[in-house]
């Protein structure tokens, strides 16, 4: 097996992600618009994605990730929302958008135009939440986008499924279809449910942080096959779990956790980077197995296909979002600051993925009878336009719609007083507990150490007030920030005295590691309290 051209995808992949960060242009759509232009250059190998690679080794790990940096508590206090679009409008865009290429594509079976509709039904909101977070957009909006990015790959792939046996000829009537996705629902909740508990007690009892995070990285594909060889959704096992984790990551020991943050950063890095990329280089794939549909008219149906893909969103997005505010006073209640542009916004906000790109490449050539499946090519194709027709379209316009409304951002002063008066509570109760334990002849410290710690705890308390204060006239930073950066310039001063003496031979290099490490350590304190 070469593995170089595996290699030169990451490596460029990764290349372009990092590039995009100093540009404007997010990082999903230039690694697709990459991916299209490299597909056509000499010497660059084929990269024909395949859904029992991409379903059951990036799916996992992606939703881990964004399961982990989700918050429960603010996914309960929106799980109506959350549920209408993860649920309801992947089945609405099912039948919608199905129905729509029955009546536009001639000679297309209903069976399979409802496989197509399933197929590009999930939004994948990556771009989306990414867009979301670089121009401060309110935090309820970004929560809603995140949930149903968690959630809506189960529901398609379910929905897939009952669709494709209808094609196939395995069979499968309404009832059976409702039973199947059911299962699938509760199954992949109910494994969730058992694994989340054991996992998150065998975390707590492993001591070495490098055991920990192996098993973190095992975690998303465990729950994923244990729900899929039970014939449950893998999807939503990851996603509980995840959240059950995230949830409870404060019980962890700090090493890991750590070391857990910085390794699922960069495999969401690398995984996201190369998932973008992949759907720009299927171009020549999909246009050689358009075989005897003509570009011409592909190209017409790929357009009704995409209008049908966006208006089906906003046809449920607003009803969704002000039907059940003009039933309920308790929603008014709870919800008093929705309003027609975070409906537009979330409306706008449906770009399509991998994850239908994968599905498609799974529809089967033939039916269980032996003949061909109906119009598979086509299929393909109108996947991967819609896909891209959504990155880039929708992709682009979305920041300047963003803009354009004027969406009352996040407040950073406010967030910054609430942080600024959570740290104060915090660290008097920790100044008292501290004072009791000085008490105890047991903990008897020198004085140094003792103001020492007592000085730390100042430190951490007065740290976000001064965020609030004055900037120095010269250089512009606030006290804290010096204070960073003249203690990121000291320990870099101490490091290199360390070198300095290994490379004289007073001191070995295992004892250059360890003095290393402690110094890593309290600068990743400081890096974090900037961050």
Do not use: C
Not at 96 to 112: E, I, Q, R, S
Not at 205 to 222: G, H, K, V, Y
Not at 243 to 262: I, K, M, N, P, S
């Amino acid at each position: 097996m070469d593995v170089m051209p595996l290699l030169l995808l990451v490596a460029v992949s990764a290349a372009i992600a990092g590039a995009a960060r100093r540009t404007p242009v997010p990082a999903p759509l230039l690694l697709v618009a990459a991916g299209l232009l490299a597909s056509y250059l000499p010497g660059v190998p084929d990269y024909a994605l395949q859904p029992e690679v991409v379903l059951p080794l990036l799916l996992p790990p992606l939703l881990h990730t964004a399961a982990l940096e989700s918050s429960y508590l603010d996914l309960r206090a929106n799980l109506r929302p959350v549920a209408l679009l993860s649920v309801g409008y992947v089945l609405f865009a099912t039948l919608a958008v199905g129905w729509a290429a029955y009546l536009v594509v001639p000679g297309l079976p209903l069976t399979a135009a409802l496989v197509l509709g399933a197929v590009v039904a999930p939004p994948d909101a990556v771009a989306a939440t990414a867009i979301a977070r670089r121009l401060g957009l309110p935090s309820r909006i970004t929560t809603i986008l995140q949930g149903e990015s968690l959630v809506n790959d189960a529901t398609a792939i379910t929905a897939y499924k009952v669709a494709l046996a209808a094609v196939v000829g395995t069979g499968a009537t309404w009832a059976e279809g409702i039973g199947e996705f059911a299962v699938a629902a509760l199954g992949g909740i109910a494994v969730g449910l058992v694994l989340m508990v054991p996992l998150h007690w065998l975390r707590k009892r492993l001591s070495d942080p490098l055991l920990q995070n192996t098993l973190s990285l095992l975690i998303p594909f465990a729950a994923y096959s244990v729900a899929e060889q039970l014939g449950a959704s893998g999807v939503l096992a990851v996603v509980v779990v995840g959240l059950y984790l995230g949830h409870r990551a404060w019980q962890v020991d700090f090493a890991t956790r750590l070391q857990e943050e910085a390794v699922w950063k960069m495999v969401s890095f690398v995984l996201e980077s190369v998932v973008f990329a992949l759907i720009g280089l299927q171009l020549p794939v999909v246009l050689r197995g358009l075989g005897a549909y003509g570009v011409g008219p592909a190209l017409g149906y790929a357009l009704a296909v995409f209008l049908a893909v966006v208006v089906a969103r906003f046809l449920w997005v607003f009803p969704a979002t002000f039907l059940p505010r003009a039933l309920s006073a308790r929603i008014r209640e709870r919800e008093p600051d929705t309003d027609a542009r975070g409906a537009l916004v979330v409306g706008w906000a449906g770009m399509r993925g991998v994850v239908s790109l994968a599905i498609a490449f799974a529809v089967p050539v033939t039916t269980h009878g032996g003949g061909p499946f109906p119009a598979r090519n086509l299929v393909l194709f109108l996947t991967f336009s819609t896909v891209i027709g959504t990155l880039v379209v929708q992709g682009l316009t979305l920041p300047p719609l963003i803009r354009a409304l004027r969406l009352p951002g996040r407040d950073e002063r406010a967030e910054t007083l609430v942080e600024a008066q959570a740290q104060s509570d915090a660290s008097l109760a920790a100044e008292r507990h501290l004072e009791e334990l000085l008490a105890d002849r047991r903990n008897a410290l020198p004085q140094p150490l003792a103001d020492r710690l007592r000085a730390v705890l100042e430190r951490r308390r007065n740290a976000v007030w001064e965020r609030l204060g004055g900037v120095h006239e010269v250089t512009g930073e606030s006290a804290d920030a010096t204070y960073r950066r003249l203690t990121r310039e000291v320990i870099g001063a101490e490091r290199a005295v360390f070198v300095s003496l290994r490379d004289a031979r007073r001191i070995d290099d295992e004892m250059l590691r360890t003095l290393l490490r402690r110094l890593d350590f309290e600068e990743a304190a400081v890096y974090r309290e900037e961050d």
